[in-house]
């Protein structure tokens, strides 16, 4: 690995499948925003049914939706390689392989979250308050 600060880019090979993601958004955000992506809003950590209560939440549900249609790579799992630099992820499979689609995913979420506020109200928001869809 190869580390770099104050805004010059940093280059790392990872092969640690869902893993990867998580190591993106400390990268880009810190740990405390990634540990708060594990139960924000209605989508975030979770499997919302009802719409994005914010910017941060529609991320995670446009990541959710990436991930559906990526179902038979299996992209919680997949192994794929990337770089970071100066707030980008640069993925390094093909772009039509597994890997590649996989890997853009995470690089389109890490990027729709750049200049969100995160709004403290959503942090392990109560699902039957903020995310009933309304069905019975």
Excluded: W
Excluded at 58 to 72: A, G, R, S
Aim: hydrophobic content about 20%; aromatic content about 12%; charged content about 30%.
């Amino acid at each position: 690995m190869v580390y770099s600060y104050k805004g010059e880019a940093r280059t790392m090979r990872h092969k640690r499948a869902l893993q990867q993601l998580e190591y993106q958004i400390k990268y880009h955000f810190g740990e405390d925003r990634a540990n708060a992506l594990l139960n924000y809003g209605c989508y975030c950590g979770r499997s919302g049914e009802s719409d994005p209560l914010d910017d941060v939440d529609q991320c995670c549900k446009n990541h959710e939706d990436c991930y559906d249609l990526e179902e038979d790579c299996l992209p919680k799992t997949l192994f794929y390689e990337f770089n970071l630099g100066n707030k980008t992820v640069n993925c390094e499979n093909s772009p039509n392989s597994c890997e590649g689609r996989v890997c853009k995913c995470d690089e389109t979420f890490v990027d729709c979250l750049q200049n969100k506020e995160f709004n403290p109200d959503y942090y392990n928001a109560d699902q039957d308050e903020y995310c009933d869809d309304g069905c019975q």
